[in-house]
């Protein structure tokens, strides 16, 4: 435990009170309508929209996990996630102009756009209940928990207390603010969030016990862990780290931020703006600064604590208070803080609270969206006047929270946690990337892909089953093959589930297209009929922008990398390879953008 100084917190006290005044501020005209309330009347520019993305992922659990990820497999542990901007650059040239263009008010409702009957409207309730309920409380719990860790290492905070602070301002502010008190607020976290790291960053790497920059690197603790690419000698390590990650990991795994096909905040956020260019424009900006620029402070620390905290024995002979179900190599970020001066603590345990807040409150919205609009007012009270719906999103906004701060007191580790999110998505994401453009897909193949994927999930991780088929040493199978597993036998489930049961009607499919337009060879002749001035296919032009967006930016990733492990030829060549890209981009844009135009 530190002892904060005065000027600590006051740094702290102001941030909260600016927080809460602009939640306060823009909460009377959030009241006036639901669309106000979740999506800001659809009136957002790009650039807003961008940072806000930009500012929910930047949350307090993110340091943490990324320095489990460091500290446990190296820098090249980091393609677990990294892999993700694939996804995220098709959803920029593919999907983001598709979302804004079929006008629904949260992703959920797009199942009564795509599909029709009984089984669409199944889907949209219990998806509704099963990511804005079971999933947004799992990934709101280990925002929590990385709170909770912080709060106990450097404050000395019991679980509850944390809990109970931050909870409380992120309550208020989203509860009365809605949508557009959170991005607000998000272009405030987001310079606060990015200023604390690097600050951080900075004077951590210079204290004693590490020695600078150019000791770090050359340290017999951090050596081992520098490359960006996984040990090609070692399989397992290659094939778990880089091989699945960028083979099926980034198409076929649902995850909050990342969704094969947009959807979950980043579709909110795509619903909120102004036309389809500022969707493309905010999506885009938000995965430059994600991938590309965003990492290297907490990788930066992350290794630093290497020399500090070698292991967790180390950790837990500094801070004997921290029990042993909170013992994990994530607790190593927040370690490290406790060597920062007064004022630099302040302003990084401001950025803290800010990255806490931006992603609770975001949460919070998304979620509360799903249970009011996909919940609430399409099955139990359909006739709700907008002054209510507004009502039901703030209560429901106050126990989400609740649920998510329940969870968190009994979890241990972020890491923890995203396994199990990703697990559960696996075999899915090619339903979400499909079913725009093939007619065929229908809502039951999405049921069948949904409960396959949880199902096998279970049971290769909680039964038997799972150590006779994936088992380290008696296993018919090496460990590392679980996910491509899971993904393989639920692709399988809903392909056939597909082709046994009947497609969508014309009628469905027809508006459907008529409302989107999604283009290209899945769809039937008919289906098009009566569309006027159809918008020509994007998805060509859209994969050649992904491929090249996605060369520039891992190359401005690793050339700022290589810039800090002082090779700097390497630096200068990929700055160059992704100037080269960002160049042809430029020039590619116009016929991209003629397929959003039409």
């Not at 992603?359 to 007012?377: P, R």
Request: glycine content about 8%; aromatic content about 14%; charged content about 10%.
């Amino acid at each position: 435990m530190v002892q904060l100084e005065l000027l600590d917190i006051v740094l702290i006290v102001s941030f909260f009170a600016l927080i809460l005044i602009v939640g306060l501020w823009v909460s009377k005209s959030s009241s006036e309508s639901s669309s106000a309330y979740f999506l800001s009347g659809r009136n957002m520019p790009w650039w807003l929209l961008g940072v806000s993305m930009v500012a929910t992922t930047f949350s307090t659990d993110t340091p943490n996990l990324v320095t489990d990820i460091v500290r446990t497999n190296g820098v090249s542990g980091n393609w677990v996630w990294w892999a993700f901007l694939l996804t995220g650059l098709l959803t920029v040239f593919v999907y983001a102009r598709l979302w804004r263009k079929s006008n629904v008010n949260t992703d959920i409702e797009f199942y009564e756009l795509r599909y029709g009957g009984s089984p669409a409207r199944f889907l949209r309730i219990f998806r509704a209940i099963y990511l804005g309920l079971f999933f947004n409380v799992l990934a709101m719990a280990a925002v929590t928990l990385a709170a909770i860790k912080i709060g106990s290492i450097i404050l000395g905070l019991e679980p509850w207390q944390t809990v109970l602070i931050g909870g409380t301002v992120t309550a208020i502010f989203s509860a009365f603010g809605g949508f557009k008190g959170v991005v607000y607020t998000d272009f405030i976290l987001f310079f606060v969030a990015m200023g604390g790291s690097i600050a951080a960053a900075w004077y951590l790497i210079e204290i004693p016990e590490v020695g600078g920059l150019s000791n770090l690197i050359q340290h017999e603790a951090v050596v081992g862990k520098l490359s960006f690419f996984p040990d090609f000698s070692n399989t397992e390590l290659l094939v778990t780290l880089f091989v699945i990650p960028l083979a099926v990991q980034w198409w076929s795994a649902w995850y909050p931020g990342a969704e094969p096909g947009g959807g979950g905040y980043i579709a909110q956020r795509m619903l909120a703006a102004k036309d389809e260019k500022h969707a493309i424009g905010a999506t885009f900006f938000f995965n430059i600064m994600h991938y590309a620029l965003r990492p290297w402070p907490w990788i930066l620390v992350a290794l630093a604590s290497l020399i500090v905290f070698p292991d967790l024995q180390s950790i837990q002979d500094a801070f004997p208070g921290i029990t042993l179900d909170k013992l994990g190599e994530d607790l190593a970020y927040s370690a490290m803080l406790t060597y920062l001066p007064t004022g630099l603590l302040g302003l990084l345990l401001a950025s803290l609270v800010a990255a806490y807040m931006s992603t609770i409150s975001t949460h919070l919205n998304w979620g509360a969206s799903y249970l009011v609009y996909d919940c609430y007012k399409q099955f139990f009270n359909n006739s709700a006047e907008e002054k209510q719906l507004v009502h039901i999103g703030r209560i429901t906004t106050v126990l989400l929270l609740g649920l998510s701060a329940l969870l968190a007191l009994v979890l241990q580790n972020a890491l923890q946690l995203f396994d199990i999110i990703l697990m559960f998505g696996a075999g899915t994401g090619l339903i979400f990337i499909l079913r725009w453009f093939w007619w065929r897909i229908n809502a039951w193949s999405e049921i069948s892909a949904m409960f396959s994927s949880g199902i096998i999930s279970l049971l290769i991780n909680l039964t038997p089953l799972g150590f006779m088929l994936f088992g380290a040493e008696e296993g018919l199978f090496p460990p590392y093959m679980k996910y491509p597993f899971v993904v393989m036998v639920t692709t399988v489930i809903w392909m056939i589930t597909m082709l046994l049961t009947k497609p969508e009607s014309k009628v469905v499919l027809k508006s459907f297209y008529g409302t989107t337009q999604p283009g290209g060879p899945g769809w039937k002749a008919d289906h098009k009929r009566d569309i006027q001035n159809e918008i020509p296919w994007s998805v060509p032009y859209g994969i050649i922008a992904m491929l090249l967006g996605s060369i520039g930016i891992y190359s401005a990733l690793f050339a700022v990398g290589s810039f800090l492990y002082g090779n700097y030829p390497t630096a200068i060549l990929l700055t160059t390879i992704c100037l080269i890209m960002a160049a042809i981009l430029i020039r590619l844009w116009p016929r991209i953008s003629k397929t959003i135009e039409g």
